[in-house]
């Protein structure tokens, strides 16, 4: 119990703090007091995310199982809220502005979504400690979860956010994999979801269209919609076996890098501290996920097992997807890599999770 939570807050703590040292780096040459700050705030979301994780780590888990509704109607008013009053930056309306602080509904939804279908999934109350392996059929293991989850994503693909729309779907692919159910069902449903989506081309902005013509050549528009992900690339292959150093990396220094303190912070990491600093990131959110996983298989309880595989995958998605469009091998779609990018929502989120991994930890001797 006290080994998982200890690893969890010290990997996690590393992470931040070459978050930190990245974002640093990657704005202190840029003028205007805002980019001069922008570090500072981010030191300033990580000691709340850290208070966040404290309190959820001593929170019995299970409390959740009460809030699951309130926290997914939360979530769903909250992105009316933003199609309604959010603030617009570069094109898209994701943010609602709360004080100084702009918070980001669709980051919150992720977990929102993972506690709802734990809970629809395990299918008996907190309390009830004896496994009960059960199939689910076509309505109760599909169509029913299907239409609570397509109201979040539409909301979120209307901001436009297809990165965080992708990554509910996934998680719902996968979670109702985990809950057992049956292979051919999940297989018509994905060919019946993916199968019509050429015919909805017509419908997606001229920007995404861009990006996935862009994913497959970068070439076709250089400077502009491939002019990121061509800098990206560069940014990591420059950096070689063992880096630049911290504060030499020109892609991020020279400003030729947009975004890389957010989105493409990835890319700046690896042009500083190269394919061993690369090597070491991903090993200690390896380390993470890999006690993520084994929290839930030798978790008893249903509804904390589904959690814990949520939260793991859930990680892991993004930190995929994130690395992924920073090397070229995915379309980028916005999509925050956890503890690292810029950004109070995500730290929160991600620390809240890791905190009830914890808590499903140091709970599971009740079961």
Not at 75 to 89: E, I, M, P
Request: proline content about 4%; charged content about 15%; glycine content about 8%.
């Amino acid at each position: 119990m006290r080994n998982s939570r200890f690893l969890i807050l010290i990997v996690a703590l590393i992470i931040c703090f070459m978050g930190i040292f990245s974002i640093y780096s990657s704005t202190y040459q840029k003028e205007g007091k805002v980019w001069q700050e922008i570090y500072k705030r981010q030191i300033q979301w990580v000691i709340l995310g850290f208070a966040l994780f404290f309190f959820m780590s001593n929170l019995d888990y299970r409390r959740i199982w009460d809030w699951t509704y309130f926290l997914y109607g939360s979530s769903v008013f909250l992105l009316f809220l933003v199609g309604l009053l959010g603030a617009v930056r570069l094109g898209a309306q994701r943010w609602i502005k709360i004080g100084g602080f702009n918070f980001q509904p669709s980051e919150f939804v992720k977990l929102a979504v993972v506690i709802f279908l734990a809970k629809y999934f395990s299918r008996k109350s907190a309390n009830d400690i004896s496994l009960r392996p059960q199939k689910f059929g076509i309505v109760r293991g599909l169509i029913l979860p299907f239409c609570f989850i397509i109201i979040p994503v539409g909301l979120i693909m209307e901001q436009p956010d297809l990165g965080s729309a992708m990554l509910v779907f996934i998680l719902f692919i996968t979670l109702i994999y985990l809950a057992g159910v049956r292979w051919r069902h999940i297989l018509v449903f994905i060919l019946a979801v993916v199968l019509p989506l050429p015919f909805f081309w017509h419908m997606l902005r001229d920007y995404q269209k861009e990006r996935l013509m862009v994913f497959l050549n970068p070439n076709i528009d250089p400077l502009g919609a491939g002019y990121t992900v061509i800098q990206s690339k560069i940014a990591v292959g420059s950096g070689g076996f063992f880096g630049k150093g911290w504060l030499s990396g020109t892609q991020s220094q020279l400003h030729f890098l947009p975004e890389s303190h957010t989105d493409f912070i990835f890319a700046t990491f690896a042009e500083q501290c190269g394919f061993v600093g690369c090597v070491f990131l991903l090993a200690l959110y390896y380390l993470i996920i890999r006690q993520g996983f084994i929290i839930a298989q030798r978790t008893s309880d249903p509804f904390g097992r589904l959690l814990a595989y949520g939260i793991s995958l859930m990680l892991s998605v993004q930190i995929f997807v994130n690395i992924s469009m920073n090397i070229g091998l995915a379309p980028v779609v916005g999509v925050p890599l956890p503890l690292m990018s810029y950004g109070g929502s995500s730290v929160f989120v991600t620390l809240i999770s890791l905190g009830i991994l914890v808590s499903i930890d140091r709970k599971r001797s009740v079961f």
